[in-house]
Nanobody
Framework: QVQLVESGGGLVQPGGSLKLSCAGSGIIFETFPVNWYRQAPGQQRDLVASIESGGRTDYADSVKGRFTIARDTADNTVTLQMNNLKPEDTAVYYC????????WGQGTQVTVSS
């Protein structure tokens, strides 16, 4: 059974940093593309960053240059380093993987506010 568990969210001031982590189990995590999405209240869930099995990464224009997605194969995790955070980054962040169906974590809240 595939399970994804996010952690690392919290409250941070504008300009601050957070590092999210997505731990995978029940699957060889590193062989699959993994995505980070976010959803703000009343809005759709949007793709933020992706990492392919070969390591190629892609980012939404709104986070390019500020966010970095990476794999830690030793821990079977995918991380999202978020720097220079802005109030508009406030959302619930979800880890996602597709393997015959979409798998989602429970989400972790990120709030950027002074």
């Amino acid at each position: 059974q595939v399970q994804l568990v996010e952690s690392g969210g919290g409250l941070v001031q504008p300009g601050g940093s957070l590092k999210l982590s997505c731990a995978g189990s029940g699957i060889i995590f590193e062989t699959f593309p993994v995505n980070w999405y976010r959803q703000a209240p009343g809005q759709q869930r949007d793709l933020v960053a992706s990492i392919e099995s070969g390591g190629r990464t892609d980012y939404a224009d709104s986070v390019k240059g500020r966010f970095t997605i990476a794999r830690d194969t030793a821990d079977n995790t995918v991380t999202l380093q978020m720097n220079n955070l802005k109030p508009e980054d406030t959302a619930v962040y979800y880890c996602n993987l597709y393997y015959y169906t979409d798998y989602w974590g429970q989400g972790t809240q990120v709030t950027v506010s002074s």
